[in-house]
């Protein structure tokens, strides 16, 4: 867990891949977005507003986020 914000926790699974994204989980489901891009890649059961908070989550902090995958990973550039 990287991050908990607006009920949304933001998290890395141990065995990841590129690109550099984040799992984001919450009381109605769950998400995956691109780091990078704030793309979101696949969303299952986050309602839309909370949707929109954790893209706007990931572009306000993606420089920690790029951070905290580098830092667990590796410079996998």
Known sequence: TILFLFGLRFFFYSDEHLPMHVHVKNGDGKAKIEIETAAVVENNGIKPAD?????????QYKADMIREWKAYFGDED
């Open 51 to 59: 949707l929109k908070k954790a893209v706007d989550a990931v572009k």
